[in-house]
Every structure is written in C-alpha cells, then in structure tokens.
C-alpha cells in the first residue's frame, strides 16, 4: 500500500486548519486515514504547528511519501533532518551520538534564527508605529495652527 503523509482540511468557510495524517494514497483527501500524527494551523502569525515527531519520523522511514506542504512542515520542524542523520549512522559514517550532536546543534541554531526574526519584527513593527504617530502629530500640528489662523481672523 503506497502511503502519504498529508494534510485534511477541517474548520469552517474561509477559516480552515488541517490536520496532518498518513493516508493510503488512493483514499480522498477528507476520507479515511491510516494514523493522525499533528496538526497545522495556518490563521496564526505565526502559523500553529503540532507534530508526533517520532511517529512523523517512523512513517518516513517506512517509505510515506510527503506532500509538498507537509514537506515543509517536516523540513521546518526537523524530522527531515533527523532521517537524514540517520540515514548516516545507518550507512556508518557516523555514530548515533554524532548524529543527535548534530541535529541539537542544528536545533539550536534555528531557534535562535527565529528568535532574531521575531525581534527583528517586532522592532520593524514598533520603527512604524513610531513614524506612523510622528507623520499624525505633524497633521494635528498642522490642522491647530490652520484652526487658530483661522481663529485670528
């Protein structure tokens, strides 16, 4: 049986989830599934992922093919990763110590690159809420000096 790991629409109009599942990949797309093993939630900022790493990582191993989504989803939480490493320690170029060494520094390091992203947004954020209340304060400025003008006359 060819499996997929791949997502099911769920939610209602124009606010869906999915979740992420192993199907056989003849069945529809909201149809019966092998196993759930997470969830995906894009209406989030940032988008809401939960993942059973290790069923995730078993169902690759066991040959299931990943949508293009999923693969990302994968790719982004790691598991890729990991088979990845384990395909190395499985192939004896490194041991199964060198390979969890690598995948936490790995871990490690894109964590700390989203944390510079978010801070790096959050300063964005706050440099136009900045401009944008200056530019409001120059039109009020503006409009009072116009008003008392006005007044004068």
């Given at each position: 049986m060819a499996t997929k790991l791949r997502l099911q629409r769920r939610g209602r109009k124009n606010y869906p989830f999915y979740q992420i599942i192993v199907a056989d990949s003849r069945a529809p797309r909201d149809g019966k599934y092998i196993e759930r093993i997470g969830s995906y939630n894009p209406n989030t900022n940032p988008a809401t992922i939960t993942l059973d790493?290790?069923?995730?990582l078993y169902w690759l191993q066991?040959?299931?093919?990943p949508t293009d989504t999923v693969r990302n989803i994968l790719s982004n939480e790691g598991v890729?990763?990991?088979?990845?490493?384990?395909?190395g320690v499985a192939k004896g170029a490194f041991d199964e110590a060198e390979a969890e060494k690598r995948f936490n520094s790995w871990k490690s390091n894109k964590l700390q690159e989203e944390k510079t992203e978010i801070t790096r947004d959050e300063e964005k954020k706050?440099?136009?809420?900045?401009?944008s209340l200056d530019a409001e304060k120059e039109v009020n400025k503006a409009r009072?000096?116009?008003?008392?003008k006005k007044k004068a006359e």
């Open positions: 790493f290790e069923r995730a066991t040959g299931a093919q890729l990763m990991k088979k990845h490493l384990l395909g706050r440099a136009e809420e900045k401009a009072a000096e116009a008003l008392a």
